[in-house]
C-alpha cells in the first residue's frame, strides 16, 4: 500500500465543485448571474434549495486552518455584518419567482459561534421568515467545542438544526500549542452531552491526520477518547499544508510533519479504530454510524457533495451568503468577495458581491456527474471521457484502485484512499493546463 500511496501523493483538488475553482472561466458578470438564478430558482426550487451562511469571525487563528477568516475579539462586527447577509439575502429574493424552499441550511466559519445566540437568533429567524421550509429538512452549523454554549445550542435548536459539528481536530497539548487550536476532552464531552439533552440528533466531530508532531500513539488516543463519546459522524481530514496560501503554516516547517508513509499509517490507525468501533467508511475521509443519515443516503445512492462537502440532500440550486460564500446554480458558479469590508461595501450599494464565476459547458456537466458519481457512489459509467484517459484508468486497474465490468467503473476497498486521483483522471480541464507549482493539497 505504502508503495501506492508514493506513487498517487500529487496535488490534486478535493472535487467539491467541477470545474474546480483554480479553473473557473471567469465568463460571469452580474447580469448572466442572475439569469442563472432566475432559471434555476424555477427549475429547482421545488425540490428545495440550500442555503450556505460563511461566518468568518475567530478570536484567535487556528495555523493549520485554510478556510477564509477574519481574527478579532471585537464583538461590534457582529450587527454590520449579519445586516449585509440580510441584505444580501433580499437581493435573491428580488430575483426568485416565488418563496423559496429551503431543504438544507449549513452555517459554516470561522467560527459561527464567534456570534452571540441572539444575533445568530436574528439573522436565522429573518431570513426564514420570508422561506417554506421543507420537512425533510437538514440544518446544521459549525462549533468550537471551547466557546459553543448552551445558549448556542437552544437558539438554534429551536430554529431547526439538529445537526452540529465540532472541530476537535487532536487532543494532544503540543500538537494543539502549535497548531494554536486548545480544546480539553471534558470541554467536548460537555458540550457534547448538552447538545444530546437539548435534543440534537447527528453530532459530527471533525479531526485532522498529518498534523505537525502527531505520532501514532497521540492519533490513537485522541480517536479513542472520540469513540467513547460515539458521534454519529466522523469526518477524519488529511491536513493540507498550503502556506503559499495560508502565512500562519509557518509556524512550522515541513520537518515537523509526519512525512508521506507516516501520515498513511496515522490514517490506517485511524480508519482501524473507527472500523472496530462499528463506523462504516463512507469513503473521501468520512465515517458514519449504521443509524446516521449520512450512511442510509450513501446505502440508497442519494449522497450528494458540494461546497459544503458530503450532504444527505442532492439539491442543485446552493445560495451562498458572505464573503467567500460560493453559489451554485448547477450549470453555473459564483463565489463572493473574500474580504469582510470589500464585500459589505458592494452589499450595501445594492450589488451581488461575486467576483468570479463559472458558465458550465455541456462537457463541463457530463465531467461533473462522473465527479458526484465517484465521490458519492463509488462507480460511474464508462464512455468517451474514460477512454480519453485510458492509460491513466489502466493504471488504476493494474494497481486494484478499480475494477471495470459491464462499462461501469467500480472503486475497490483501497481505491477509496486515492478517490481524488481516480476523479482526476476525468478532469479535461486539469490535464489541458497542469500545474507548474503549488495549487492544491497532495492527495495522501
Known sequence: MMDLVSKYNIQAPRYTSYPTVPYWDNNLNEEKWIEHIKHAFIKYNKDGISL??????????????????????N???ETPYIESLLKEWQLYLNQF?????IKEIHLGG???????PENL???????????????????????????????H???????????????????????????????????????????????????????????PYQTIESIKDTITKIISLNPERIAFYSYAHVPW??????????????????????????????????????????????????????NNGSLHRNFMGYTTNTTKLLIGLGCSSISDTWDGFAQNIKTVEEYQKIVNEGHFPIFKGH???????????????????????????????????????????????????????????FLRNVCLAFDKRYWKKVPDGNLFSTTA
Open 52 to 73: 450556505y451562511i460563511h461566518l468568518p469571525y475567530c478570536e484567535s487563528l487556528c495555523t493549520y486552518c485554510a478556510c477564509n477568516t477574519r481574527i478579532t475579539v
Open 75 to 77: 464583538h461590534k462586527v
Open 97 to 101: 419567482d416565488g418563496k423559496p424552499l
Open 110 to 116: 470561522g467560527t459561527p459561534t464567534f456570534f452571540s
Open 121 to 151: 437568533t436574528y439573522l436565522l429567524s429573518s431570513i426564514l421568515s420570508t422561506v417554506d421550509i421543507a420537512p425533510n429538512h437538514d440544518f446544521s452549523f459549525e462549533g468550537h467545542p471551547s466557546n459553543t454554549t448552551k445558549a
Open 153 to 211: 445550542l437552544r437558539a438554534l435548536y429551536d430554529l431547526g438544526f439538529e445537526r452540529v459539528s465540532f472541530g476537535i481536530q487532536d487532543f494532544d497539548e503540543k500538537v494543539q500549542d502549535t497548531i494554536n487550536r486548545y480544546q480539553t476532552f471534558e470541554e467536548v464531552k460537555q458540550v457534547m452531552n448538552d447538545a444530546r439533552e437539548i435534543g440534537y440528533t447527528s453530532i459530527n466531530f471533525d479531526l485532522v491526520y498529518g498534523l
Open 245 to 298: 496560501l495560508k502565512p500562519g503554516q509557518r509556524k512550522y516547517s515541513e520537518k515537523d510533519l509526519p512525512a508521506d508513509a507516516y501520515k498513511r499509517s496515522l490514517y490506517e490507525k485511524g480508519k482501524e479504530l473507527f472500523l472496530n468501533a462499528k463506523y462504516l467508511d463512507i469513503g473521501m475521509d468520512h465515517f458514519a454510524l449504521p443509524n446516521d443519515a449520512l450512511f442510509d443516503a450513501f
Open 359 to 417: 458558465s458550465l459547458t455541456e462537457e463541463d456537466l457530463v465531467i461533473r456527474q462522473h465527479v458526484l458519481n465517484l465521490m458519492c457512489q463509488h462507480k460511474t459509467n464508462i464512455d468517451r471521457y474514460y477512454f480519453e484517459a485510458e492509460d491513466k484508468f489502466n493504471d488504476f486497474i493494474k494497481d486494484g484502485l478499480i475494477v471495470v465490468e459491464d462499462d461501469i467503473i467500480y472503486i475497490t476497498e483501497n481505491g477509496k484512499l
